[in-house]
Every structure is written in structure tokens, then in C-alpha cells.
């Protein structure tokens, strides 16, 4: 399935890899790769045939049409899925703190990938001509939070990555994508249209906190993602959709990512 919001299309691959397309044609990806997640290979949780469980579209998306891409942190970067969905002209918007030094996977350095990369920092603005405006936002575990350890130690602290507010297409109809983080109280200010939420809890914001920051936020529409790729990622998904109707905000599942 893919969703349909204003003159946006919506599809989601697995893990944290989103693709929004606009009328005009103007294509965005946010995270794209990892997990096989591009490639049909990701084993869903509870085991079974990698194969016959890909997702039905991961071999089927459109390769190399991305006007833009978009990285939030080292955990989700991937120059081999960034390279499968780039246009030859895109625009890759990377996180400054995205260093494939620190990455123990077998990864390009940013700097090597063959298009026009653009670093952001924490709190910054980029125009991308002919794509829209994309705005970061610091992303974090809190120290005190409800995904830190007894000891205030958590798996993203800030500084090691960032959200996303992007527009795309000539509309300029706005995104929120939050990466991973928990439902940090500034994001309740974010003012999109489609807000791109991630539920998996664990190491960021669970089902129930991304309901609530829906409902402060109050987005025309919420699609959900980064959720049951992996065992360490499951959430109910029907459980978050109700609790976010319930405040009389839009939701649509795209169940064909498991």
C-alpha cells in the first residue's frame, strides 16, 4: 500500500527507509538502506525465510529517482542503500556528526559518495533547489528519560543525531521525520503536515509516547515507521493507530513494510 496525503505519496520499505513522492515528481528518502530493507533480504522478527518474508516492495522501488535523501545518525547510514535510490543529481543532506569511522559496518566515508552532499548541523536550514526546505532538529535520549539506563547512559545521546522537517515538491507540503529519539517536548512546536512517527520503542520513542506527541503536535496526518524490522523494533501498530485517533488525528498503517 501506499499512502496518499495532499499531493504527497507515501511509502514505507522497513526500518527507517521512507519514500515521499510529490505530483510533481520531486522524490525524497528518508534513511534509506540497512536490514535489506531495499534489497528484500530483512528476516522479520520471530525468524522464517529471509526471501519469502521480504517486504513485497523492496525489490520493486524505484531505484535511483531520489531528488533527495536524508541521514540522521550513524546507525542509519548506509552508502550502499543511499547509492541504490539517488538520482545521478541528487542532493544528500547528511548529518555532521555522521562519521564512517565510528560505523562497524563495511560503509563509504560520506565524503566518497558520488553526489552532492551537504552537511547539516544540529539546528540548521538547507534549501535544496528545486526539492524544497529542510530544516534539522536535535534528536536524543534523555539522560533522565524513559529509554536511559539506572545510570543515565542511552543509546543516542545528543549530538550523535538529528530530525527532519522537509518540504518537497512545488506545494511544499511539510514532513516530520524525528529519526531516532525520544518524544522530545520541542517536537510538540514542529509545525508539519505529515508527521512520519517513529514507534518502536526500545531504544526511542515507544507506540504510546509517539500517540501523545501526535496529539501535541496535531499533524494533518500520521504514518508510522522504523517498527518490527527487527525483533528489537516490535510494536503494535494497531494499538498506536487507535490511541491516535482518538485524538481526532488522521493515521494510516503501511503493513506491506512487514
Known sequence: MTVRHDDLRVTWYGYATARVESEDGTVAYTDPGRYGVLSGEWTPPGGGNPKEA????????????ADLVLVTH???YDSEGIERVAADDATVVVYEGVDAANIDRDVKP??????????????????????????SVPAYNEPDGPHADADGSVTHP??????????VGAN???????????ALDAFAEIDASLFLANISGSVCMSAPEAADLAGRMDPDLVVPIHYNTQAFLEADSATFASEVAKRSIPVALDESAE
Open 74 to 76: 550513524d546507525h542509519h
Open 54 to 65: 521480504a517486504h513485497p516492495r523492496a525489490t520493486d522501488h524505484r531505484p535511483m529517482d
Open 110 to 135: 560520506v565524503d566518497d559518495l558520488p553526489f552532492e552532499v551537504v552537511r547539516i548541523g544540529e539546528e540548521d536550514h538547507v534549501a535544496v533547489d528545486g526539492v524544497g526546505d529542510v530544516w
Open 158 to 167: 545528543r549530538g550523535l543525531g538529528v530530525g527532519y522537517r522537509f518540504t
Open 172 to 182: 511544499g507540503t511539510s514532513v516530520f521525520w524525528p529519526g531516532d529519539s525520544d
